[in-house]
């Protein structure tokens, strides 16, 4: 069936240093791909999605290129802050066998110092 | 932007008690979802609901859970004999369409502790 795998965390960063989280997926068909984060105490909030092959999703200065070649989604952000401490979860909807469900990775909290 | 209701946020209860979760989903929604996270863990699918009836549930979904839309407003989730290993935080999420390009809005969730 379909999956996601996320790097393990937890990732501890300096203020302003480059993020990148890795997320690989695996999935018949052409799903959508998510990014979603859960910032301390609250719920899940969409940050970014792509819904084909080599789309860029960005938001708030995250960005995640959809790569089919690699089955990769990788999350990037050039400077981290402070704020940016949460727990990021790659997911995917659809592909050939869409129920509608999303499908979650094991989430990777960020840690930012100042 | 829309928003969908959890309550309560937080629950509490003995092992073997029965408790229900409550939703409100986003007024024109169809889809229905609950999504349980163990702390620490993976955020996990249990179930799927639409047309008053489960389109899909997960392994996790046994017999001592149900799914109720009781009136057009509410979506329930029903634990009827609790066990140590359901505390968890319960989210609920519904969608308008079953599109993958969608997103799904997720409520704020109910953190469940079972003792």
């Known amino acids: 069936g379909n999956s996601v795998t996320q790097m393990e965390g937890p990732v501890t960063l300096s203020e302003e240093a480059f993020l990148t989280i890795n997320c690989t997926y695996t999935?018949?068909?052409?799903?959508?791909l998510f990014w979603y984060v859960q910032y301390p105490g609250e719920g899940l909030q969409l940050l970014l999605k792509?819904?084909?092959?080599?789309d860029k999703g960005s938001n708030k200065g995250f960005e995640a290129t959809y790569r089919k070649e690699t089955t990769s989604f990788h999350l990037e952000k050039g400077s981290v802050q402070v704020s940016d401490s949460a727990v990021y979860f790659c997911?995917?909807?659809?592909?050939?066998?869409?129920?509608?469900?999303?499908?979650f990775g094991q989430g990777t909290t960020l840690q930012v110092k100042p | 932007e829309p928003e969908v209701t959890q309550t309560p946020s937080h629950q509490v209860t003995q092992m073997g008690q029965e408790v229900i979760l409550r939703c409100v989903p986003i007024?024109?929604?169809?889809?229905f979802y609950w999504y349980r996270q163990i702390l620490g863990q993976k955020v996990e699918f249990l179930v799927s609901?639409?047309?008053?009836?489960?389109?899909?549930k997960s392994e996790i979904f046994d017999d001592q859970f149900s799914v109720e839309r009781p009136d057009g407003s509410n979506f329930t989730l029903k634990i009827r004999s609790t066990k140590l290993e359901d505390s968890a935080m319960y989210f609920c999420?519904?969608?308008?369409?079953?599109?993958?390009?969608?997103?799904?809005?997720f409520g704020s969730g109910t953190q469940l502790s079972v003792l």
């Open positions: 999420a519904s969608s308008s369409t079953q599109a993958t390009n969608e997103k799904l809005f």
């Open positions: 999935a018949t068909g052409y799903p959508s």
């Open positions: 792509a819904t084909k092959a080599d």
């Open positions: 997911a995917l909807r659809g592909g050939s066998s869409n129920t509608g469900k999303l499908i």
């Open positions: 007024s024109n929604h169809l889809y």
């Open positions: 609901f639409y047309n008053n009836e489960i389109s899909e």
